[in-house]
Nanobody
Framework: VQLQASGGGLVQAGGSLRLSCAAS????????MGWFRQAPGKDREFVAS??????SYADSAKGRFTISRDNAKNTVYLQMDSLRPDDTAVYYC?????????????WGQGTLVTVSS
């Protein structure tokens, strides 16, 4: 499965962005998928995941971010609202499950999100 993340950019604090992750070579609808992020000088951290039974979020994302999927388009989304400067990071989508990045086998190339204060 190849994953292509897009939708990053520069936004002011309080703004919104929607990230997309398009899957090819498979169908994202059959997989559990997740979003991670990595800020400069920091470890990669879990943001959100979606399976066929539900969704899970990091505490930092709860109430502000929403993960969803469109199986017809083989695409997973991450709607990010009320963005803060500490959300600045490269965001990665991946195929796998849970909050541990080691459970994810396939990764997209990442898309940069920059939130200005």
């Amino acid at each position: 499965v190849q994953l292509q993340a897009s939708g990053g950019g520069l936004v002011q604090a309080g703004g919104s962005l929607r990230l997309s992750c398009a899957a090819s070579g498979g169908t994202s609808g059959t997989y559990a998928m997740g979003w991670f992020r990595q800020a400069p000088g920091k470890d990669r951290e879990f943001v959100a995941s979606i399976t066929w039974t539900g969704r899970s979020y990091a505490d930092s994302a709860k109430g502000r971010f929403t993960i969803s999927r469109d199986n017809a388009k083989n695409t997973v989304y991450l709607q990010m609202d009320s963005l803060r400067p500490d959300d600045t990071a490269v965001y990665y989508c991946a195929r796998g499950y849970g909050s541990d990045y080691r459970n994810y086998a396939d990764w997209g190339q990442g898309t940069l999100v920059t939130v200005s204060s």
